[in-house]
């Protein structure tokens, strides 16, 4: 399992608003509904003022998908834990540029642990500090609103890095954008150069997540 080329436009259902008592359900759900990959978003409490989920959690559900599993890491320390989530079976690991003193050393560290690698930044996060690092990375997250809990509003101004960060890395390297996105922002961003939505509350906050996505993908011109 690999993280998708860069180039088609995949959906990444965040489960840090599905039901925490039904996980492996509802990332079963999603996967029924055609999704290639599964937005793990862990939390440490210190780096965002939130915890959620580590490594033994995410082993329990690597035996009950085969989703692609795309780890954001909101942690202080992504470098020392890295080796503990591959382990745990996940296929991709992004870190925050605000969180890692020598990034390209983990970005190199996490592939020869076989899996790719993603920097992230945070709004208020110039994009001028991943300038040189984003070509090195196999997917660029961009945070469009602050990272810690889900439902939060949209911020269009940081969405608008996308399209900077498209001209930096090129078609080959996928970007990805975390926050607030649902049917109404999902073409804005996409539009940015964006192939990776995460969307979390537009899809676990309705009854059927099938139908949330595929209003999702009808929304940027997907059909099917």
Do not use: W
Request: hydrophobic fraction near 45%; aromatic fraction near 4%; glycine fraction near 8%.
């Amino acid at each position: 399992m690999r993280l998708p080329k860069a180039g088609t436009i995949e959906i990444a259902p965040s489960i840090l608003d599905a039901d925490f008592a039904r996980l492996a359900d509802e990332i079963a759900a999603v996967e029924l509904a055609g999704v290639n990959m599964v937005h793990l978003d862990v939390m440490d409490g210190h780096f965002v003022p939130n915890i959620t989920i580590g490594p033994p959690v995410i082993a329990k559900l690597r035996k009950v998908s085969r989703l692609v599993f795309d780890s954001h890491l909101m942690i202080s320390e992504p470098a020392r834990y890295a080796e503990h989530f591959v382990q745990a079976g996940v296929n991709h690991i992004t870190f925050h540029i605000e969180a890692a003193d020598e990034p390209k050393k983990l970005i190199d560290k996490l592939h020869k642990l076989g899996v790719t690698a993603g920097i992230c930044l945070n709004p208020g996060t110039p994009v001028e500090q991943i300038q040189t690092i984003a070509p090195l990375c196999d997917m660029v997250l961009v945070m469009t609103v602050q990272p810690g809990f889900g439902g939060q509003k949209f911020m269009p101004e940081a969405a608008k890095k996308i399209a900077r960060i498209r001209k930096i890395v090129g078609p080959g390297i996928r970007i990805e954008v975390d926050g607030g996105i649902d049917s109404q922002t999902a073409p804005i961003v996409v539009s940015y150069g964006a192939d990776t939505l995460v969307v979390g509350h537009a899809i676990f906050s309705k009854p059927d997540r099938a139908a949330a996505i595929n209003t999702i993908r009808e929304a940027y011109g997907q059909r099917g």
